[in-house]
């Protein structure tokens, strides 16, 4: 290691745990060096950006280059590197089939897909496009957009019937965007597939906006009420991880 580098990533990291600042003396004790040589660290920090002194108390806080920094790391991360081994744990806990899902042009995209180990027959595949009122994932993603933005997805894409027990009336539809805000996760009961049933929970960006959703298919006879309870919290688990890995904070 460079001892300087390293000492300034040290002095950073102790700065960033104190709210109120830290002095050069209380600084220079914590990193074991004396306060001259914290002194001459400090000032170049201070240069670039990364600390700054309040020039009241003369104590040393965080810089709002981190802010810059963080920002701009948010918004290169790409959402399905960050998700992939979080997916293939949820493969790995349920055994089936699971799709990372977006919202393009009022229409779900399905931006990867891990097969699980059962053997299931399904036309989902990356790159494909679905509809957002008979899928899982859509009915999530569709749930954490305004009211005006739903009515113009659902006036665009409309509402065409996929299986007999496709939602197609827009009252029953919105009522049932509402359970699933309140529940956490969306279903799709044969909606989209005839014998598939599917659930969804969401992902959040930094911003605090919808960004994606996973789900986990199965058979129908196989995803049973009870087996839905069993899943479902370990699959809002796993996008609530997804959602902090791409800056998202929940509110307290």
Do not use: W
């Not at 580098?5 to 220079?28: C, N």
């Amino acid at each position: 290691m460079v001892k300087s580098v390293d000492r300034a990533l040290r002095m950073i990291s102790i700065i960033s745990s104190y709210k109120e600042g830290i002095g050069v003396t209380g600084l220079a004790e914590e990193v074991d060096v004396t306060k001259s040589a914290a002194f001459k660290i400090l000032t170049t920090l201070v240069e670039h950006g990364y600390v700054e002194q309040d020039k009241t108390t003369k104590k040393y806080k965080l810089g709002y280059k981190y802010l810059e920094l963080s920002s701009l790391l948010l918004e290169s991360m790409d959402i399905r590197t960050q998700a992939r081994p979080f997916l293939q744990e949820l493969e790995e806990e349920t055994n089936e089939v699971i799709h990372l899902v977006v919202m393009d042009q009022g229409q779900m995209v399905y931006i990867d897909k891990l097969e699980g180990y059962e053997t299931l027959r399904m036309h989902s595949k990356v790159g494909r496009r679905a509809p957002g009122h008979c899928t899982s994932a859509g009915k999530m993603i569709l749930a954490h957009l305004s009211s005006k933005e739903v009515e113009h997805v659902l006036q665009e894409q409309g509402m065409k019937p996929h299986t007999p027990y496709t939602i197609t009336d827009e009252g029953m539809l919105l009522k049932e965007l509402e359970t699933v805000r309140n529940r956490g996760y969306a279903m799709e009961e044969q909606e989209n597939e005839l014998g598939i049933t599917c659930i969804a929970a969401p992902i959040f960006d930094n911003k605090k906006r919808i960004t994606g959703a996973v789900s986990i298919s199965g058979p129908s006879i196989r995803m049973s009420k009870e087996r839905i309870q069993k899943i479902s919290p370990l699959l809002i688990e796993v996008t609530s991880r997804i959602s902090s890995r791409l800056g998202y904070i929940k509110a307290i």
